[in-house]
């Protein structure tokens, strides 16, 4: 397994829409088992192919007991909204703000090796399911967040100059950076 770097905002593979997953062989596995392994080395509760710079259609996650990977996933999401929380990206070094999410979600998709997977999931693990498929299609949050917040946390980005970081990569975390998902909650 290898420690993949993450993708920085301004890198074009976060706004593109990721590509669904067709080979379920020994590459695709290998870029799971990667992932997971990256995500534990920063501390994230999930990341999205698209965040290591693999424009495919999947993400894996560590919320609590629950981790694991989805392939292709399907969201169903709830009609009511949970409380806002903070997010905060590797993606997006520096930047947290609250984001709304829908409170309960069924997903639905398939695992490295094909099989089919159905997990459901409430507050921090639909949050978590949301943001990444989110990143899988092109979306990040700060697309998310009212409009006083977008615009302060792209303020806050001008000012870090992050176009200097665009093709920079995160290898570990440090205190200032967010995991993944969930800046300021603790992963």
């Known amino acids: 397994m290898a420690i993949l770097g ?32 990256t995500m534990e080395n920063v501390t994230g509760a999930g990341l999205a192919a698209p965040q290591v710079g693999v424009s495919l259609r999947v993400f894996t996650y560590q919320i609590g007991e629950e981790r694991g990977h989805i392939v292709n996933p399907v969201l169903e999401l709830s009609d009511d909204y949970q409380d806002d929380q903070v997010e905060g990206c590797l993606s997006i070094p520096g930047i947290a703000a609250p984001v709304r999410r829908r409170r309960h979600v069924k997903a639905t998709g398939f695992d490295k090796f094909g099989n089919p997977v159905e997990i459901e999931g409430s507050d921090m ?63």
């Open 6 to 37: 993450i993708r920085i905002i301004g890198d074009p593979v976060l706004r593109t829409p990721a590509q669904e997953v067709t080979d379920f062989g020994p590459e695709l596995q290998k870029l799971v088992e990667d992932m997971d392994q």
């Open 125 to 187: 693990l639909a949050r978590c399911f949301q943001h990444e498929t989110d990143h899988l299609d092109g979306i990040l949050f700060l697309d998310r967040l009212e409009p006083e917040e977008k615009k302060a946390a792209w303020r806050t980005l001008r000012a870090n100059n992050y176009s200097q970081t665009a093709n920079a990569t995160v290898k570990k975390r440090s205190g200032a950076l967010g995991s993944s998902f969930g800046a300021g909650l603790g992963f």
